[in-house]
DNA sequence: GATGTAATTTTGATTAGTCAAAATGAGTAA
DNA sequence: TTACTCATTTTGACTAATCAAAATTACATC
């Protein structure tokens, strides 16, 4: 029932609400974060007020309702889902499946999903790491470190990286930057503004903390 | 580039010209298939002009540019991959294939379509029969008799199906006439408009003609 | 040739989504 | 308080796609 556009608005705004504190999203990032002018993010907030999907008070900002975050998570595991598909069954590269599924994730019915679930093993995370919502809406809520505030010296392994640009995963994945690779930070630089880490057998990798920000790891 | 909707209206266009001779189709049967009031048809069908996508004369008929024909076929061969896919790779039945892929149609990227194709191996027919267009939108022309014309008492094998209906496919699967599926015509009755086939040890079907139309087979 | 019918085209309106630019307002600095 | 700045909202306009209903036209029939 939902329009592709809607489902986009309500897909950005969960994400962009889990970076904020109160859930509270102001205009001018909700703007930019779908990529449209703000006086555009205005008229939309409005219709999908007008739907229950959203909470909106004039200048103050924009809040997902219950009915909005159900959907936006059902958005979420659509893409997720397909990510994973794409890699996982058709063979494509990690770093081009995001735009992909940015597509897909408006077109697979529920009937279609659940195959591919099924096909996958019911998977709890997608190539990037992040997890995937439940058909009921639920995420697992890991607490994860980066590279840049783990512990020095202590075995670690990826388990999420943070951004979906097609250059930055291809760098990711040369430098063995994926999820499931077992790593240990070696040393952290302030004045550098560096982290260095090595992993396994490779030659030691070192990256700015903006880098080392969007690699999450987990102990081992 | 071309929108969902326009990539619509060429398909359905490239499916009523192969119907009609001298390839011109009739505004009022092209809104029909689209599904829309005929000025909608008009002001389309004008838009498409601009776009050199199909010729028209005003009040006389539409018929595609091999532009148009091009893009049609690409979205055929999208559509019946899809079709192929999720019979063979996520198990739906071919009952259901069709609506899903009416929407996945417009949303696979030449990679994933690629990928599909391949990981299937390269298959010339959906699972209704009908032919999959190659990439370069190449079409093989097979021509069939249907059980309401073929000869009688020769063996046969089933090769298309023409009708999408779910509850049409079901009643064809359940009576054996499914592609692949060998069978004899047993009897032809013009004043009952029937025609009874027999399927292997099955017991003999008998259907009408209008449905034994639909039912294309091939010399065994 | 005149007329009637049915297909087609035109017209006027609507909805969803969008932008640019003007107007508004809330908070900060003076 | 007053003024200023910057985010936000409003306004006016546009495009794609649609419909209903009025106007047109081609064709068959008388």
Redesign the interface.
Known sequence: MPSTTVEDYLKRLYMLQQQTERRLVSMGSFAAAVGVAPGTATAMVKTLEDSRLVEYESRQGVRLTDAGERLALHVLRRHRLVEQF?VE????DWS?VHP?AE??E????D??LA??DE?LGHPEVDPHGDPIPTPAGDVADRTLASLAECEIGQPMRVAQVLDQDERFLRFADESGLTPGIDLTVESRDDVADAVTVRAGERDAVTVGTSVAAKILVEGV
């Open positions: 794409l069954v058709l063979g494509l081009e992909e597509v897909l408006h077109a697979i019915s009937k279609v195959r591919i096909l």
